[in-house]
């Protein structure tokens, strides 16, 4: 644990105790409790051992500070405007979408943006900024792989995100997140998993997922919600959900006991049809020849009739038969 004393003005000092594992973290601790004072836009500074102010912009800044009073009771940060105050990019407009580029191994080919494409996309990286609005300086470090940025002037850039790899590295933090108990962690993987919802609106993996973070959550009421909607999507895994761990929450209880039986019957190979034997059609007089057959012991009616067909009377088949 680490005591910091954070002055966000000369008569707006605050001090805490806590265990934050990045500058990303600190920022998300700050905004959750101080957001009338602090943004992630906003700079923190430090006083080292020459008496310079220095700036923690980046997680290796952050690593510095850490070595630098790795034995100290205390850390003092001073919260300062970013190099644009009053033109902040929480405080501006919408992104625009420019164009869509499917890069192969020698080209690129623009293609039309589809409708609601760009929406989703934006939507799902807005959903990850606490203020929901993206702001490209301060990119989740998960996600440095997938989305990089050019600064093409003041206050305005040019976001390049890698659609695969921003979904699959939202999945993939997702359940690296979902294996620890901490309810903030888990939280932060039902958060990932809302913004892959967002891009992927019917996958039934996703809603799944979901269902299984807010089963983590305690959450049971919205848990069967997501697991319900995943099933109507196509989700079919039977046997891995009956054995997933995190949904123990739902199991046993009348929500859970129902949809198992309602997948199990949906699973169930439909029976196979039972071939339908036309009857055979007999004329009247092969009828009562018939009977009489039967009243002399002879019954399988598959041997009689073409017999009867064949020689006209009760003797000509008999002697066919007994011949």
Not at 106 to 116: D, L, V
Request: glycine share 4%.
């Amino acid at each position: 644990m680490t005591s910091f004393k954070i002055f966000f003005g000369n008569e707006n000092i605050r001090r805490f105790t806590i265990a934050p594992t990045s500058l990303e973290s600190l920022h998300a601790f700050l905004v959750e409790h101080y957001s009338d004072c602090f943004h992630p836009e906003m700079v923190l500074q430090y006083t080292d051992s020459d008496g310079d102010n220095i700036s923690v912009c980046s997680e290796i800044e952050w690593q510095e500070l850490l070595q630098q009073f790795k034995d100290a009771p205390l850390i003092k940060l001073h919260v300062k405007e970013g190099q644009n105050p009053g033109r902040y990019f929480k405080d501006g407009p919408k992104p625009e979408a420019v164009k869509l580029v499917e890069k192969t191994q020698n080209t690129e080919i623009e293609h039309p943006i589809a409708q609601g494409f760009d929406t989703r996309v934006t939507q799902a990286l807005e959903n990850l900024f606490p203020s929901k609005k993206i702001l490209p300086y301060n990119i989740p470090a998960f996600l440095k792989e997938s989305i990089s940025f050019e600064t093409l002037g003041d206050q305005l850039v040019d976001l390049q995100i890698n659609f695969s790899k921003f979904r699959e590295t939202l999945h993939t933090e997702a359940m690296r997140l979902m294996e620890s108990t901490d309810k903030k962690l888990l939280s932060q993987a039902r958060n990932l998993l809302q913004s892959q919802l967002i891009l992927e609106p019917d996958n039934p993996v996703v809603l799944y997922n979901l269902a299984c973070a807010e089963s983590l959550l305690g959450n049971s009421k919205e848990a069967f919600t997501w697991l319900e909607t995943a099933v109507k999507n196509g989700y079919s895994n039977l046997s891995h959900m009956l054995q997933d761990a995190d949904l123990t929450l739902l199991r046993g209880r009348e929500e859970w006991n129902n949809l198992v039986i309602n997948m199990k019957k949906a699973l169930s190979p439909a029976p196979e049809p039972v071939p339908v034997v036309p009857e055979r059609v007999v004329a009247p007089e092969v009828q009562e020849q018939l009977v009489v057959l039967h009243e002399m012991g002879f019954l399988d009616d598959s041997v009689l009739i073409p017999a009867l067909q064949q020689y006209g009377s009760v003797d000509g088949a008999l002697s066919n038969l007994l011949g």
